[in-house]
Nanobody, 121 residues
Framework: QVQLVESGGGLVQAGGSLKLSCTAS?????MGWSRQASGKEREFVAA????????AYRTSVEGRFTISRDNARNTVYLQMDSLKPDDTAVYYC?????????????????WGQGTQVTVSS
């Protein structure tokens, strides 16, 4: 299993920004982010392929969140702008072999321990 360590969560007012970072212990073809709000199921947020930089986003975050990666450091970032209270959740770094598997949170996906993002109104 790939070890994933997230950082960058915090408390921000609606309309504000945060940038999350995740570093993996080894290389993965795809890295990204999922989130889980209190009492809700985990949901896919965004992902990026390390070879060619193809990205995928959850519809509700498109235009507000931007995912990027640093191949040399096995690190992925999530720049979150125009944050809304509905974005409040624990954000988990994820890694796996393909966008398809990451998108459906497949059992092959590795998970970090999460970082809390709280957006106040």
């Amino acid at each position: 299993q790939v070890q994933l360590v997230e950082s960058g969560g915090g408390l921000v007012q609606a309309g504000g920004s945060l940038k999350l970072s995740c570093t993996a212990s080894g290389r993965s073809d795809v890295m990204g982010w999922s989130r889980q709000a209190s009492g809700k199921e985990r949901e896919f947020v965004a992902a990026i392929t390390f070879f060619d930089g193809i990205t995928a986003y959850r519809t509700s975050v498109e235009g507000r969140f931007t995912i990027s990666r640093d191949n040399a450091r096995n690190t992925v970032y999530l720049q979150m702008d125009s944050l809304k209270p509905d974005d409040t959740a624990v954000y988990y770094c994820i890694a796996g072999p393909s966008l398809a598997k990451i998108g459906r949170l497949d059992s092959a996906t590795s998970w970090g321990q999460g970082t809390q993002v709280t957006v106040s109104s």
